[in-house]
């Protein structure tokens, strides 16, 4: 969320940063309008309410001096009631531009590329030499040759994009898992295991309510909804809290498993699991100061390229522009792998510094000088674990099967896969 005292002091330059975004920047004309009159009535209230003070203080000596103070009383009801009417009207009005704060977008960092779609994003890095493989296989053909991914049973209990893992498959997606998670607590990430069901609070605090209501899972009777990634619980853990400025930076990783309606995504990736409704994936999230959140972005961001480069991963950083990033992001790298079976990079994470804006909306905050003040919250991907199997499987392959990253080896046990004869 962003603070409406950024509003009131340069409406333009903020005006200017969400067109940036392709954000609707009429928005803010609206609520500033909302805002003078709340200014207006709630000013009223607190003069009333000077004056209520001022007739109590006449009441208690006047009862001491056992005056008659029944007319005193009759005024101070009478300002008592235009008190209640002011207080609901300053409540409404608060309400109202409370319910625009939150579908408003993150402004862009002044270092992000302005560009209305991922066309207008920049390659800030490349690792690894993309291999060349002749007549290379998608992973789904892989899956196939050894009968380790079966989509017509996963569609059969639970519908399109759902998946069953066998055999090598689930035993290589709990073998990303725990490298994942060991390689992340090695740099100092504190490993977590979050709650997969969280309130509309929760959501609503990380940014995904009210804007994305369509893309979750909601169980209606409990009031719960399914955690379209550990991004939302772990960096809820602190909200309403002050944190020790001495902590700063905490660093902690989670792997859950992730749900997505992906309703945006009709016909993307239709084949295999790039894309599906259930998926598993090692988060990250950061709290930081605000003077140093961009270094801890860098870092971040290495950290989820530390795993790539152990697993010998052909990838790129790209710098988003502000017409790609999220909703809360104030900068955003996505990193893509390589793909033989297509020829191009595809995302398998995105680190993004969302500076106060998820700590506006979740009241996090830590101490400085003496009194509370916002931290900054990050988060990224570190990594994808269906992605990462994707890869594995194609930039490993060859005619006669798949070699196992040296990185996994002691995980699999394996070093090796051969195609059956």
């Known amino acids: 969320m962003i603070s409406i005292k950024l509003f009131r002091e340069n409406p333009e330059a903020l005006k200017d940063a969400l067109q940036k975004r392709n954000a609707d920047i009429a928005i803010v004309d609206k609520l500033l309008s909302l805002d003078a009159d709340w200014r207006m009535l709630k000013a009223k209230a607190d003069t009333f309410k000077a004056e209520r003070n001022k007739h109590s203080l006449e009441i208690s000596e006047g009862k ?10 009759a005024k101070m009801q009478e300002v008592s009631s235009k008190i209640k009417g002011f207080d609901e009207q300053v409540a409404f009005l608060e309400e109202q531009m409370n319910v625009i704060l939150l579908t408003i977008p993150n402004i862009p960092h002044e270092s992000v590329p302005v560009g209305p779609d991922e066309g207008g994003n920049l390659e800030a890095k ?11 296989l998608a992973h789904y053909e892989i899956s196939e040759k050894f009968g380790i991914i079966d989509f017509e049973r996963g569609a059969k209990v639970a519908g399109h994009r759902f998946v069953f893992l066998k055999g090598i498959a689930a035993k290589m997606e709990r073998a990303l898992v725990s490298f994942m998670i060991d390689e992340h607590t090695k740099r100092g990430y504190t490993e977590m295991y979050p709650p997969l069901l969280v309130n509309a609070k929760t959501m609503t605090g990380t940014g995904q309510l009210p804007k994305f209501a369509e893309e979750l ?28 400025k001495e902590q700063l930076p905490v660093k902690f990783c989670a792997y859950t498993p992730c749900f997505r309606r992906e309703a945006g995504s009709y016909q993307k990736d239709i084949k295999g699991i790039m894309r599906q409704h259930q ?11 605000p003077e140093n959140s961009f270094e801890e972005l860098e870092k971040m ?3 989820a390229e530390h795993i790539l480069e152990k697993l010998e991963l052909p990838y790129r950083r790209m710098l988003l522009c502000t017409g790609d990033m999220g909703f809360a992001a104030a900068k955003t790298y996505d990193l893509e792998v390589w793909l033989p079976s297509q020829g191009k990079y595809r995302e398998i994470s995105s680190c993004s510094n969302c500076t106060d804006f998820q700590a506006r909306r979740a009241n996090i905050r830590y101490w400085k000088d003496g009194k509370p003040e916002f931290v900054h919250t990050l988060n990224g991907s570190g990594l994808a674990i269906g992605r990462t199997m994707i890869a594995v499987l194609e930039n490993y392959q060859d005619e006669n099967g798949v070699d196992i990253p040296k990185a996994l080896q002691k995980y699999i046990g394996e070093k090796r896969l051969d195609y059956p004869k």
């Open 126 to 136: 490349k690792h690894g030499k993309p291999l060349k493989i002749p007549n290379a």
């Open 279 to 289: 998926f598993n994936k090692v988060e990250l999230v950061k709290f930081a100061e």
């Open 64 to 73: 001491k001096q056992k005056k008659d103070v029944s007319g005193i009383i």
């Open 301 to 303: 961001t290495e950290d």
């Open 217 to 244: 899972y909601k169980c209606e009777r409990d009031e719960l909804y399914l955690i379209p990634t550990s991004e939302v619980p772990v960096t809820n853990y602190f909200a309403g809290e002050i944190i020790a």
